[in-house]
């Protein structure tokens, strides 16, 4: 568990509702159900049981239904809520029994959040919403103005320093919310349901924005959402939650492939696939029929492959040849080979998204073949297994 | 003697609560007449001092200051309206009496602010505070003035000072109940994101909870102005100067253009008071976006002096 990459860990951690939570914790080891204990003493249990590590730099998406405890899940990690029971380790150390002034320290400068409703001060301008979390942690002026300012020009908002929140748009509001959290320059960002208020072009757009500043920046990202769709598109990792309970933890993929139960299953139901796999994921390297510069041919047996893939000595694709006019003679020669190739062929990243390549797929007349970041040849995608994996 | 009966047991039951507070507050005049002055003394300066200022402006000199406050609270109309109030205060011949009313109702606001903010604070953080603080306000602001006014006067004797302090004990709920409100209202998430970003408890009241809670306790403020007001008929019962005075005069010898002139005193100031203290309240809404030097007066002056240095 204690991976060095890990930069936050939750261990069996719980948070109980209500005034009597030693009772409540005490029915929960002896095996008592949520509604039981609900039932019996009055007392809420939002979150149950809940272990995940973080990796360092990563998206990690927590995701539910509105009451799954994901809300809640977040605030423990800084305490707004303080947890029942269990261990929340940031970078090793243990933050769940530090005193005030340590857990101030971490808020100021280990975790920054996001709110869903933005929660800008309504009597402070952009700039100073922008430089709020360095204002109380003590930094002068000049200093805090220029990093806010910094922090306003990465998510564009730069000209609207002097504004006042209620003149912006809600996306524009909540690139202040970003930004306010971003000038602390924070270990980890929380993000609560960051961009739900907005209407679905700018959440689109902001989802980009973040993705973006991710790639610039290698931030470590905490993201709570209830929207499949987001969570698959910016989420490296997806932690499912339902009834306070973490489900399952895993790449979107995989979380697609093995869902644990019918819960995680029923969420990947109406998602489309083609935004989940890449195209390295679904190009199947039995499938096509691959020559070697030195004139030897590998063809599966199930083949009625018209094309053949003209590969180097180290498996580089260098073309695509008809095989129907490819005879022996041919073969033996590399120069001829490559004579044989046609003028030009289309291929595909292995780590594109699958729906970037659809059309490719679809309006070429061979399979097209999917290459690694190097050049070498994976595989390819016929467009029988596009659309078997699409109707899946 | 009829005998005991069930159904009226109060004619043996009764509680001499009566009697108890005629010997409390005996034994208080008794024994506590240093600590009463005390509380004298600091009331007794601020109303020198305000009353000393207010009296030795000249009022050509008032009204103008005053319409230039108005003009920079609340732009050029409220400037001309502070004007025109204050010019008929001296048309209908009350200016001197109108400031020493002024002088009293600003000095028990002051007290009431330093007191009833804190207060409102105190109960916005604690239920517990709050509940004990409820049912006091009520009794202050139910319990007819009459009924405090004969201790007052046993405790501090009479004069200006012990009407500035029944004055306050009616001003002050409004301003408690509503800085308790304004704290307690400020949204929730507002409060959240402050903590989510470190804030000690001290940073949250300044930064965030005093500056949103802002146009409530204006509200509170221009409350405790209209109340003191509509106290100081009242307190000139026991002796408090000013336009009060003027009208229990008029009421005692039946000279009903006295008391109505000094009824119309009181009217044009409560008017005057609670339209600036609205304008500020309104100022301290987070719609305004201008600067304060960015208007009125110290605006037009600013831009000037900017335009003739930019020559």
């Known amino acids: 568990m204690t991976d060095s990459n890990d930069i936050l860990s939750i261990r069996n951690v719980y948070k109980v509702f209500g005034d009597q939570p030693d009772t409540a914790m005490q029915m929960l080891r002896d095996g008592s159900t949520k509604e039981e204990i609900f039932e019996e003493t009055g007392q809420t249990v939002g979150v149950f049981d809940a272990s995940f590590s973080v990796k360092k730099g990563e998206i990690f998406v927590i995701m539910g239904l509105s009451g799954s405890g994901k809300s809640t899940m977040v605030r423990l990690l800084n305490r707004l809520i303080e947890p029942t029971a269990g261990t929340i380790e940031l970078k090793g150390k243990d933050i769940t029994g530090l005193g005030d002034a340590d857990l101030l320290d971490v808020r100021r400068k280990e975790m920054s959040m996001v709110f869903q409703s933005f929660a800008l001060m309504p009597h402070m301008s952009v700039l100073e919403n922008a430089a709020f979390g360095l204002e109380i942690s003590g930094v002068d002026k000049d200093e805090r103005n220029k990093r806010a300012q910094e922090a306003l020009e990465q998510v564009g908002l730069g000209e609207h320093s002097s504004s006042y929140p209620h003149q912006l748009s809600g996306g524009m509001q909540q690139r202040v919310g970003l930004a306010r959290a971003l000038t602390n320059d924070p270990t980890i960002l929380l993000m609560d349901e960051a961009f739900s208020a907005l209407d679905p072009l700018i959440r689109y757009e902001m989802q980009g924005e973040l993705i973006r500043l991710q790639q610039e920046q290698e931030r470590t990202i905490i993201f709570i959402s209830h929207d499949l769709d987001e969570a698959v598109r910016i989420g490296d990792r997806i932690a499912i939650m339902e009834g306070g309970r973490v489900v399952q933890i895993g790449t979107p993929e995989e979380l697609m492939r093995n869902p644990a139960d019918d819960y995680v299953e029923t969420f990947f139901k109406g998602v489309d696939v083609s935004k989940i796999l890449k195209a390295g994921d679904v190009a199947c390297a039995n499938s096509g029929c691959t020559i070697r510069i030195n004139g030897s041919v590998q063809s599966p047996p199930t083949n009625g492959s018209q094309f ?42 292995s780590s594109d998204m699958l729906q970037d390549a659809v059309k490719t797929i679809a309006n070429s007349d061979y399979p097209i073949p999917v290459i690694e970041d190097n050049g070498t040849f994976k595989g390819v995608i016929t467009k029988d297994l596009l659309l078997q994996t699409l109707s899946r | ?76 109309r409220m400037g001309l309206f502070c004007a025109v109030t204050l010019f008929f205060l001296g048309l209908i011949g009350v200016w001197s009496e109108s400031m020493t009313t002024l002088s009293l109702v600003l000095t028990s606001l002051f007290f009431c602010v330093v007191l009833g903010v804190p207060l409102g604070i105190l109960s916005a953080r604690s239920d517990r505070i709050e509940k004990i603080v409820r049912p006091v306000l009520d009794a202050m602001q139910t319990l007819p003035a009459f009924v405090y006014l004969v201790p007052v006067v046993m405790l501090f004797g009479i004069g200006n000072v012990p009407g500035v302090l029944v004055t306050i004990v009616f001003a002050l709920p409004p301003l408690v109940r509503l800085t308790n409100l304004g704290i307690r209202q400020v949204p929730a998430d507002k409060i959240e994101a402050a903590r989510a970003f470190g804030c000690t408890p001290r940073q949250m009241l300044f930064r965030v909870q005093l500056p949103l809670a802002t146009p409530t306790i204006m509200a509170g403020v221009n409350q405790t102005l209209m109340l003191s007001l509509s106290m100081v ?3 000139s019962m026991i002796s408090v100067g000013g336009l009060g005075q003027m009208v229990l005069r008029g009421i005692g010898r039946l000279d009903m253009g006295l008391a109505t002139v000094g009824g119309l005193g009181l009217v044009l100031l409560a008017i005057f008071l609670d339209r600036l203290t609205q304008a500020m309240g309104e100022r301290s809404d987070s719609s305004n976006t201008l600067h304060w030097y960015e208007t009125g007066p110290v605006g037009f002056f600013v831009r000037t002096f900017r335009g003739a240095q930019a020559k």
Request: charged residues 15%.
């Open chain 1, 308 to 349: 053949g893939y003209l590969l180097d000595n180290s498996d580089k694709l260098q073309g695509v040849i008809s095989l129907k006019g490819l005879d022996a003679t041919a073969k033996a020669n590399p120069e001829s080979l490559l004579a044989q190739c046609m003028d030009s062929h289309e291929s595909i990243n």
């Open chain 2, 1 to 76: 003697m009829s005998e005991f009966s069930l159904l009226d047991p109060f004619q043996y039951l009764n509680l001499p609560l009566g009697e108890w507070v005629e010997s409390i507050l005996q034994y208080l005049v008794q024994n506590f007449r240093g600590f009463f002055r005390a509380i004298r003394w600091p009331i007794d300066q601020v109303l020198d001092i305000s009353e000393g200022i207010l009296q030795s402006i000249p009022p050509l000199i008032g009204i103008i200051f005053s319409s230039l406050l108005g003009w920079q609270l609340a732009g050029k």
């Open chain 2, 233 to 235: 008929v009242i307190a």
